[in-house]
Each structure stands twice: as C-alpha cells, then as structure tokens.
C-alpha cells in the first residue's frame, strides 16, 4: 500500500496548487468540493467533524457533503457494491486485506483540474469475490450539486454482474418520498408496522417509471416528509442525547436525486431503496443499541441498479431547492 500513499501525496500537492481559489474546495487532504454544492471526503477524515478526533464514519465509503454559506455538513455515504457469480460485496464491511478490518482502503489516483471541471480516479482494494473495480468522480462547475460517477475494473478483475453504487445514509435526512413518473412512494407507509432493528426491503421500480427532466434523461427524487423545524427536532430523552450525532445538523433541507443521461439508460436500469426504523449501531444484534427514527420509517439505501458495463455513469446530486420548482418541468 506504500506506494498508492505516495501516490496520493504526490497529487493532493498539484490539487492543493489548484483548488485554493475560485470555485473549487480543498481542505487539508482527504475534503474535496466546490463552493455553493457537492463536496466529498476519504477517510480517515471528516468532512464535519462532529465529535473530537472523529474520522467521519465507517472506512471503505466516500463522504458526501454539501458546502453553503461557508458550512460544509456531511449529508450521506457512497457504498461501492460489486457482484461476482451472483455474490454481492459490501465497500463499507467487507474486510481488508491489509488489516482484517471492515471496509476497504479507497485512494486518489490520477486527477485534472481545470477552470470549469474537476475530476479524480478513486482506486480500492480488490474484493474477496475477485471484482476489482475503480471510480472517476467529476465536479462540473455549471452543475456544483451534482457528482458524476463512473465506474471501470481493472485487468485481473473478476467479471462483475453489477457494480452497485449507493447512497447508504438516507435515513439521517429522513428521506422518506420516492418521486416516481406515475406515484410518490411514502416509507411510512411502505414500511409500515415494521419496528426491526434490521434493514427492510419490498421491490424494486424498473427505469421506465422514473421522472425525465428537460433533455430527457432519468431522474428520481427522494426528500424529506417533514418540515424542517420537525426535521431538525431532536427527542429530549437520554438515549437520543448519547446518539446526537443521528440529528439533522443543516440549516437547510435537501433534495436528493440521482439522474441517468437517456443515451445510456439500458433495460437493466431499476431504482431500489431499502429502510430502516431504526438508526444503524454499527452491527450490534442487541435492540437496546439502537434508536428509534423520529416518525417512523425512513429510506435508508438509494440507489440506481443496472447491468455492469465498463465506463457506466450516474450522477448523484444535492440542491437545496424546493421540490415543487424540481418537478415542475419534468
């Protein structure tokens, strides 16, 4: 692993040189973003550092954050999710072959940075079912809250079915619409009665049923049910104080979306979310480790599912406007 550190180093002295003005964001060697939009983070740092020494969540996932007014806070997680012979890998618990621990080391490759665009290849440990996939992630400056996403394997990969990438942290936001062509799916009542500490989940939607925006590409929504005063409440109990770090921190509520441009959308294309009704507790079976979500049921995994095939491309975006101007030209 040497070797991909020094490599890493090398290049955050040419971003550094790049990123200290205009537009683009750079903070100290793990934060990178644009201003007034998207910003993503490596571990072992923290794009919001909510507790001393912390280093911003599970290893193995980018941290995606959202900068305004100055305030960077941290939103949600993307998972890397390779399928192999009908086996599926998690990026964020799979263990690594450097120290056994949950989650892959992820590292910043070549980069390019340049007025109008920023791009970076984010490379990874290879997986035990033999994928060994790599990520180009791209920031363009006429679309700030919005992360490209492509996905490549390297040569001795193991042919993927499916290489899934995934927001995995709706349930902070309380994501509980789904903003679908013909409906809105409602958590709440998708999911309801069910109280579990575990993930749950019904069907998936087939690409054919997601909203087009003005040039015809697919996109599908999520918010929020909730005002923001009711978002951003936090339950005065004890349990819910020692677990503050689970409540809504922004000043501001968030849209969150993924779109696939209509030229690349195939009939593998699918939405899938799964839930939760209670926060997640690091893996704990014991139900006295979890929390409640305020309100019930929220959506946990986002996602768009598809067919692996090299240089595939998603785009994974935040805005902080109002749902109703969202929809209205789709």
């Given at each position: 692993m040497r070797r991909y550190f020094l490599?890493?180093?090398?290049?955050?002295v040419f971003m550094n040189s790049r990123a200290q003005s205009g537009s683009?964001?750079?903070?100290?060697?793990?934060?990178?973003?644009?201003?007034?939009?998207?910003?993503?983070?490596?571990?072992?740092?923290?794009?919001?550092?909510?507790?001393?020494?912390?280093?911003?969540?599970?290893?193995?996932?980018?941290?995606?954050?959202?900068?305004?007014?100055g305030m960077i806070y941290h939103i949600n997680?993307?998972?890397?999710?390779?399928?192999?012979?009908?086996?599926?890998?998690?990026?964020?618990?799979?263990?690594?072959?450097?120290?056994?621990?949950?989650?892959?080391?992820?590292?910043?490759?070549?980069?390019?940075?340049?007025?109008?665009?920023?791009?970076?290849?984010?490379?990874?440990?290879?997986?035990?079912?033999?994928?060994?996939?790599?990520?180009?992630?791209?920031?363009?400056k006429d679309r700030p809250e919005e992360l490209c996403i492509e996905v490549f394997h390297h040569a001795d990969s193991q042919p993927m079915e499916r290489c899934g990438i995934t927001?995995?942290?709706?349930?902070?936001?309380?994501?509980?619409?789904?903003?679908?062509?013909?409906?809105?799916?409602?958590?709440?009542r998708l999911y309801d009665g069910y109280k579990g500490i575990d993930f749950v989940e019904?069907?998936?939607?087939?690409?054919?049923?997601?909203?087009?925006?003005?040039?015809?590409?697919l996109i599908v929504l999520a918010t929020p049910d909730e005002s923001f005063s009711e978002l951003a409440a936090w339950p005065q109990e004890e349990a819910y104080m020692r677990r503050w770090n689970w409540r809504y921190r922004p000043f501001y509520m968030l849209t969150q979306y993924w779109r696939k441009e209509k030229q690349r959308a195939g009939p593998s294309l699918q939405v899938r979310v799964n839930g939760r009704a209670t926060y997640w507790s690091g893996g704990s079976r014991d139900p006295r480790h979890y929390i409640a979500i305020p309100g019930g049921p929220s959506f946990e995994n986002f996602e768009l599912r598809e067919k692996y095939v090299p240089g595939q491309k998603i785009y994974f975006g935040m805005t902080r406007k109002p749902i109703a101007e969202l929809l209205s030209p789709l």
């Open positions: 490599a890493f180093g090398l290049l955050l683009w964001l750079r903070r100290d060697s793990t934060v990178w973003g644009i201003r007034n939009g998207i910003v993503v983070g490596f571990w072992p740092g923290a794009i919001e550092p909510v507790k001393q020494n912390s280093n911003g969540g599970p290893r193995g996932l980018l941290r995606i954050g959202y900068e305004y007014m997680y993307i998972a890397v999710e390779p399928v192999v012979n009908g086996k599926m890998e998690f990026s964020e618990i799979s263990p690594s072959s450097v120290d056994g621990k949950w989650g892959k080391f992820m590292w910043l490759g070549d980069s390019s940075i340049t007025d109008e665009k920023l791009s970076v290849n984010v490379y990874m440990e290879k997986f035990a079912n033999g994928a060994h996939p790599y990520l180009r992630l791209s920031i363009c927001a995995t942290m709706g349930n902070y936001s309380r994501l509980r619409k789904l903003y679908l062509k013909d409906t809105v799916i409602h958590s709440r019904k069907e998936a939607y087939a690409g054919e049923r997601m909203l087009r925006d003005k040039n015809g590409d």
